[in-house]
């Protein structure tokens, strides 16, 4: 549980370093999706929708992580397609513009279309976005342990900030 008397006391530290990881991280996946946000969220949609299953029940394989899971293809029977509907009912985003997103997803090759409605991420989408997730965990550790270090009990006081 947090200190919520220490949040109060760096409140304003706190809101701006979070507010500079968002903002540099809404950046950064605006031009990793050429300036379409809302492919991003279609995408991250389906993708959690997708591994949802096979991550709650990779937890029940004691001793294999879940990257030796899927490295053995454990996934492939868990994972659940979804469809623009369910990703419009998720996300709220009008079910035209799902699908348009959607098919802008497959002709990036990140998302697959099986029969007349099911989505899966594309088998390789995880490796494309490899690095971007690397630099994204390294800049939210930051600044987690940045905020981290302002809640402890004996945290010094910054010049300037009041009491």
């Excluded at 109060?8 to 540099?24: K, N, P, W």
């Excluded at 999706?33 to 949802?52: H, P, R």
């Excluded at 509907?85 to 998720?90: G, I, K, P, T, Y």
Aim: glycine fraction near 6%; charge should be positive; proline fraction near 4%.
């Amino acid at each position: 549980m947090l200190d919520t008397e220490r949040l109060r006391e760096h409140h304003f530290e706190i809101t701006y370093a979070l507010g500079q990881f968002m903002v540099e991280h809404l950046v950064r996946v605006h031009n990793a999706f050429e300036g379409d946000m809302t492919a991003a969220i279609v995408l991250g949609t389906i993708g959690q929708y997708n591994y949802q299953r096979f991550y709650q029940e990779a937890r029940a394989h004691p001793g294999a992580t879940f990257d030796e899971l899927v490295q053995r293809g454990v996934h492939l029977e868990l994972l659940r397609p979804c469809n623009a509907m369910s990703v419009s009912a998720s996300t709220g985003i009008p079910r035209e513009t799902v699908r348009r997103k959607i098919r802008w997803l497959i002709e990036k090759g990140w998302v697959r279309q099986i029969g007349r409605d099911k989505l899966v991420l594309a088998p390789h989408v995880g490796r494309h976005f490899a690095d971007f997730d690397r630099e994204t965990l390294e800049r939210f550790h930051r600044t987690a342990s940045d905020i981290l270090r302002l809640l402890e009990p004996n945290a010094p006081r910054r010049r300037g900030t009041p009491k």
